[in-house]
């Protein structure tokens, strides 16, 4: 259901339905509490309400803290491993100049395929929360094969052989590095914790009564509206494929191997 959300909305509207959301719900909450009850207009429990406010917020904050920060870390190095393929990818075109004619066409034809299949075939299934080994296997393994059956003729050729068989195997870690990120998501313990919370602090904040009802609703609102932004926060960044804030593929159509989109 997240990804289908985060696929099919931009991010906007997401803000919109999750913190507009949250603040009407709180507030048309303490509107009917107040109703009900208008002795909580007199603030008679305030001081307990305040204490208990101020306990489960720092607790709520520190879990919030800790969930969006590995989330957001998560995002990052899942940028680092796209990068870090794309860029072991287009070193190994460029150490293939060093070969002859022949080697380095079935090697540039492995690369094209490979970066084709990331980009138009595991990229929507890694959107979709269905990452594959098998769109890639083929031109990687193509790849290997190219390299295993070539025998460097001279030292320079040795030199950029070994760099290219390097290359090669840090690409199968990181893909398997991506496709490992596709798959994580927040554990449902977390889960709880963060929107469990929310519902448990929200109408806590309808039991500090104030005299104006106005003042009583925007200190409502308010709160409110903090955690609703800290849960979009958690939503978005909790799949980094899916979204406007997603993982981008660029770097495999960008330096060295741009010359694969050409065509």
């Known amino acids: 259901m997240s990804l289908w959300l985060l696929n099919h909305f931009s991010t906007f509207t997401l803000a919109v339905v999750t913190v507009g959301g949250t603040v009407l719900l709180a507030v048309a909450g303490s509107v009917l509490l107040r109703r009900r009850y208008p002795s909580l207009a007199r603030g008679e429990h305030n001081d307990m309400v305040g204490v208990t406010l101020g306990m489960f917020g720092a607790i709520y904050g520190i879990i919030l803290a800790f969930v969006i920060v590995t989330l957001w870390t998560q995002l990052d190095s899942t940028q680092t491993i796209v990068a870090s393929e794309a860029t072991d990818a287009a070193l190994i075109a460029r150490d293939a100049a060093a070969f002859p004619p022949a080697v380095r066409s079935d090697l540039d034809t492995a690369l094209s395929g490979y970066v084709h299949a990331v980009v138009e075939d595991q990229w929507p299934r890694m959107r979709a929360g269905q990452p594959s080994y098998g769109a890639t296997e083929g031109h990687l393994r193509s790849a290997f094969d190219v390299l295993q059956a070539y025998d460097p003729k001279s030292p320079r050729e040795e030199v950029f052989y070994e760099e290219a068989v390097t290359h090669l195997n840090d690409v199968a870690a990181q893909r398997r590095a991506r496709l490992n990120m596709a798959e994580q998501e927040l554990p449902p313990l977390l889960q ?28 409502v609102a308010s709160v409110a509206a903090l955690i609703g932004f800290s849960l979009l926060l958690v939503f978005v960044l909790d799949r980094p494929f899916a979204g406007d804030l997603s993982v981008s593929p660029a770097p495999y159509r960008e330096g060295a191997l741009a010359q694969y989109w050409e065509q």
Do not use: E, H, S
């Open 192 to 219: 709880v914790l963060a929107f469990g919370g929310a519902i448990v602090l929200v109408p806590l904040t309808f039991l500090y009564g104030m005299r104006k009802l106005r003042i009583q609703l925007l200190f």
